[in-house]
């Protein structure tokens, strides 16, 4: 299937999700997480803030246990630069957080520290769905595909899915950035 049938697909399929079973995939997909990687040497690690009426995967399960667990980390999230479809990234403070218009919390203030992208080490990176070779559809901006070419070669870009993967996306094209794994509430995919 092609990336736009993709996308409609799973976010009309993601609606019908019940709260419930958002909140028990997120809680797996945040243990098998933790579980599949070393964060020892990880010094600043990208995050985005879930889009509730999105019915996104609950990441602030993942930045609660790195905050009381790896107190070594830097946590960074996104801001959207207004009218442009590139995003900063700033240090998580979550008394510095404000709901934008698009109904996403972004970080907000004026003693905010920014993060230049090839400073970070570790991107958790939001999706509708994946393929088996890495390839992610999401909502079709580019802001991820945008940031992640900024990114160090070393940068590891760790999805994160309601779904299991599917077979392949049909139109994938040399601006995509494919991802390093992907965890689901089932299992870690590596590629």
């Given at each position: 299937m092609?990336?736009?049938?993709?996308?409609?697909?799973?976010?009309n399929k993601r609606k019908a999700i019940p709260t419930e079973e958002i909140t028990i995939k997120s809680q797996q997909i945040t243990e098998l997480f933790f579980q599949s990687f070393d964060l020892s040497s990880i010094q600043n690690l990208h995050i985005f803030l879930p889009i509730i009426k999105q019915r996104e995967i609950d990441t602030f399960l993942i930045i609660k246990y790195l905050q009381k667990n790896h107190s070594h980390i830097k946590i960074i999230?996104?801001?959207?630069?207004?009218?442009?479809?590139t995003m900063q990234h700033f240090v998580f403070d979550e008394k510095q957080l404000k709901e934008n218009h698009w109904g996403i919390l972004e970080p907000s203030?004026?003693?905010?520290?920014?993060?230049?992208p090839p400073e970070i080490d570790m991107v958790i990176v939001p999706l509708l769905i994946f393929d088996t070779q890495g390839n992610r559809v999401g909502y079709g901006k580019g802001f991820y595909d945008r940031f992640l070419q900024e990114c160090g070669d070393k940068t590891l870009k760790i999805g994160v899915c309601l779904e299991e993967p599917i077979n392949k996306i049909e139109d994938t094209n040399c601006f995509d950035v494919k991802l390093n794994f992907c965890v689901t509430p089932q299992k870690n995919y590596q590629f």
């Amino acid at each position: 299937m092609q990336k736009s049938q993709l996308r409609s697909y799973y976010l009309n399929k993601r609606k019908a999700i019940p709260t419930e079973e958002i909140t028990i995939k997120s809680q797996q997909i945040t243990e098998l997480f933790f579980q599949s990687f070393d964060l020892s040497s990880i010094q600043n690690l990208h995050i985005f803030l879930p889009i509730i009426k999105q019915r996104e995967i609950d990441t602030f399960l993942i930045i609660k246990y790195l905050q009381k667990n790896h107190s070594h980390i830097k946590i960074i999230v996104p801001k959207v630069v207004s009218g442009t479809s590139t995003m900063q990234h700033f240090v998580f403070d979550e008394k510095q957080l404000k709901e934008n218009h698009w109904g996403i919390l972004e970080p907000s203030g004026e003693d905010l520290v920014e993060i230049q992208p090839p400073e970070i080490d570790m991107v958790i990176v939001p999706l509708l769905i994946f393929d088996t070779q890495g390839n992610r559809v999401g909502y079709g901006k580019g802001f991820y595909d945008r940031f992640l070419q900024e990114c160090g070669d070393k940068t590891l870009k760790i999805g994160v899915c309601l779904e299991e993967p599917i077979n392949k996306i049909e139109d994938t094209n040399c601006f995509d950035v494919k991802l390093n794994f992907c965890v689901t509430p089932q299992k870690n995919y590596q590629f």
